[in-house]
């Protein structure tokens, strides 16, 4: 799937796959598997290849309806003089290392908060804890070991947003303890900030030796080795 990542046609790729018995049941499992389901959606469309994934263009909106909950968190974030770093997949949203929009799988906005008055936004907003049982935070402490808050979401909204107090586990904070001097405004949106591209490739890094190697399959995600060949390519 790297070639699909890199505008690389992938009629020959697939069609030594299915000679060699691959069948797009096959492909489909793997997109599950490794957080690639744009990808291969995109794929298995391009090359007439039926397939119980959603379409490439529900991805592209799903992109759309997320860059729409982070406008109206910017427009909000900018009146009170506050802003937040957007991390992980988050970023591609604003700056794109993948040749088409909604290639890349997203869950969740992560996004760094290094100001309570960012908290109060989310408040202001509707957001409300994932867990209800969760007490919606007012401060930036966290518990031991923890690198983010509760979880927040709002109904209607695209996804939930994780907001962070650390880009990292405290551990690994060290590597990107300037991670905010160095960001950049996303386009358009001055309360949205971005990391440097070598920061953003520490985190990833970081977040695919952490998280990915607890998935129930105890490797990377093929997502991951694709996230850091374009990174590192850009």
């Given at each position: 799937m790297l070639n699909a990542a890199q505008g690389i046609d992938t009629a020959p790729q697939i069609a030594r796959l299915t000679a060699s018995g691959v069948t797009p049941r096959d492909i489909e499992?793997?997109?599950?598997?490794?957080?690639?389901?744009p990808i291969c959606s995109l794929v298995l469309e391009q090359n007439a290849q039926a397939s119980s994934l959603e379409k490439s263009q529900y991805y592209v909106a799903h992109h759309l309806h997320m860059r729409y909950q982070l406008a109206q968190l910017a427009n909000a974030l900018q009146q009170e003089g506050?802003?937040?770093?957007?991390?992980?997949?988050?970023?591609?949203?604003?700056?794109?290392?993948?040749?088409?929009?909604?290639?890349?799988?997203?869950a969740d906005l992560d996004v760094l908060v290094d100001d309570p008055k960012a908290l109060t936004v989310f408040s202001n907003l509707g957001y409300i804890t994932v867990d209800p049982e969760e007490a919606f935070p007012t401060s930036l402490d966290l518990d031991q070991g923890e690198h983010h808050l509760a979880p927040l979401w709002r109904e209607k909204d695209a996804t939930r947003?994780?907001?962070?107090?650390?880009?990292?586990?405290?551990?690994y904070a060290h590597?990107?303890?300037?991670?905010?001097?160095?960001?950049?405004?996303?386009?358009?949106?001055?309360?949205?900030?971005?990391?440097?591209?070598?920061?953003?490739?520490?985190i990833t890094l970081i977040h695919a030796m952490r998280s990915d190697r607890t998935s129930v399959h105890g490797g990377l995600f093929m997502r991951s080795f694709i996230d850091l060949e374009l990174l590192y390519n850009t």
């Open positions: 499992t793997l997109a599950k598997r490794h957080k690639l389901k506050a802003e937040i770093l957007l991390l992980k997949g988050a970023i591609q949203l604003y700056r794109p290392i993948y040749p088409r929009p909604g290639m890349r799988q997203l947003v994780e907001p962070h107090v650390l880009p990292v586990p405290p551990e590597l990107v303890a300037h991670v905010m001097s160095g960001a950049s405004p996303a386009p358009g949106h001055p309360a949205l900030l971005l990391p440097s591209p070598a920061d953003q490739f520490i």
